[in-house]
C-alpha cells in the first residue's frame, strides 16, 4: 500500500506543535518550582519570627519593671479583698507575662455575687484586679432566701449585707451546669415584667413594696412597707392596679378611717376593700 504523503503545510503545522508543547511544560516546571521556593522562604522567616520573639521574651523577663509587686483590688463592696486576693493566687516577683488572665477570671468568677472580672497589667510592678458585683433587684424565697439579679441568677445571702428590697415567693428555679442555681425562664419574665410596670406608675406617692406573690398565674399579689395591707393586682393590667392603690392611699391621707386589711384591683376601674 502506498504511503500517503503529506503536504508541506501541515508537515509545519505540526512541527510547530510540537515546538509549542515543550515550551509548555517547561513553564509548568518552573511556575512549581517558583511556588515551592516561596513557600520555603516564607517558613524560613516564620521559624526566624518565633525564634525572634523567644529571645525577645527571654531578654524582656530580665527586667525587673515586669515583676509583680503591687496586687490591687477594686469594686468590690460586698466580697472581701482578702478573698479576692486568695483565689486569685498571683505570686509576687512572677513575670507579668507569666500571667494566666483567663485562669484567674474563672476562679474569681466562681464567687456567686461577682458577675465579671477585668485583669490588667500595669508598668511598673502592678497588676489591677476589678470586679463587677452582682446587684440584687429582689429575694427569692425557694424554701430558702436566695438573691436574685435582672438575669435571674440565684445566690445565698451574704451575712453582714443590708438591700432595700422586696422579697418575692411562687417562683421556681432551675440547676445549669450542675452548680448555678436560676429562675426558670417563665418566672424571670414575669418577675422582670412586675418591675417594668411598677417604673411606670405615677411617681406622685413613694410606693414601697415590700413582697410580691406570683403564686397564681393570673394574679400578682403585693404588701406594702408602710401599710399592712394586701394587694391584688391582675397580672395584665400592673401599671393600671398600681396607680388605683396610689389613688386610694391619696384618698386616705388624712382621713380618720381604719386602714382596710384587703385591696383587691384585679378589676378594671373597680377597687374592692375590706
Not at 515586669?66 to 513575670?95: M, Q, R
Not at 476589678?130 to 432566701?145: D, H, L
Not at 415567693?169 to 426558670?184: A, E, F, Q
Not at 415584667?193 to 406570683?214: C, S, T, W
Request: aromatic residues 8%.
Amino acid at each position: 500500500m502506498a504511503k500517503k504523503r503529506i503536504g508541506a503545510n501541515k508537515r509545519q503545522k505540526i512541527a510547530e506543535k510540537r515546538k509549542k508543547a515543550p515550551k509548555k511544560h517547561r513553564g509548568s516546571k518552573k511556575l512549581l518550582f517558583t511556588c515551592l521556593k516561596v513557600v520555603f522562604l516564607l517558613s524560613v522567616v516564620a521559624a526566624a519570627g518565633f525564634w525572634g520573639a523567644k529571645k525577645a521574651i527571654a531578654y524582656i523577663d530580665k527586667f525587673d519593671f515586669l515583676k509583680i509587686e503591687n496586687i490591687t483590688v477594686n469594686g468590690n463592696k460586698h466580697v472581701n479583698t482578702s478573698e479576692v486576693l486568695s483565689l486569685a493566687s498571683i505570686e509576687k516577683g512572677v513575670f507579668m507575662l507569666d500571667l494566666k488572665m483567663s485562669d484567674i477570671r474563672k476562679k474569681l468568677q466562681k464567687i456567686p455575687c461577682i458577675e465579671k472580672v477585668s485583669i490588667r497589667r500595669k508598668i511598673p510592678n502592678t497588676v489591677t484586679i476589678t470586679v463587677y458585683e452582682r446587684k440584687p433587684i429582689a429575694f427569692v424565697n425557694i424554701g430558702s432566701v436566695y438573691m436574685t439579679d435582672r438575669t435571674g441568677f440565684l445566690w445565698p445571702l451574704k451575712p453582714n449585707t443590708y438591700w432595700n428590697v422586696p422579697v418575692i415567693s411562687g417562683l421556681k428555679d432551675t440547676v445549669i451546669d450542675g452548680t448555678t442555681r436560676r429562675l426558670t425562664g417563665e418566672g424571670l419574665m414575669r418577675m422582670n415584667g412586675f418591675f417594668e410596670e411598677v417604673n411606670r406608675i405615677d411617681k406622685g406617692i413613694p410606693l414601697g413594696i415590700a413582697q410580691i406573690d406570683f403564686s397564681k398565674k393570673d394574679i400578682v399579689r403585693i404588701r406594702l412597707e408602710s401599710i399592712p395591707v394586701n394587694v391584688a393586682l391582675n397580672s395584665g393590667t400592673i401599671a393600671v392596679g398600681l396607680n388605683n392603690l396610689c389613688e386610694i392611699l391619696r384618698t386616705m391621707e388624712g382621713t380618720a378611717e381604719k386602714t382596710p386589711g384587703h385591696i383587691n384591683l384585679c378589676y378594671n376601674n373597680i377597687a374592692f376593700v375590706r
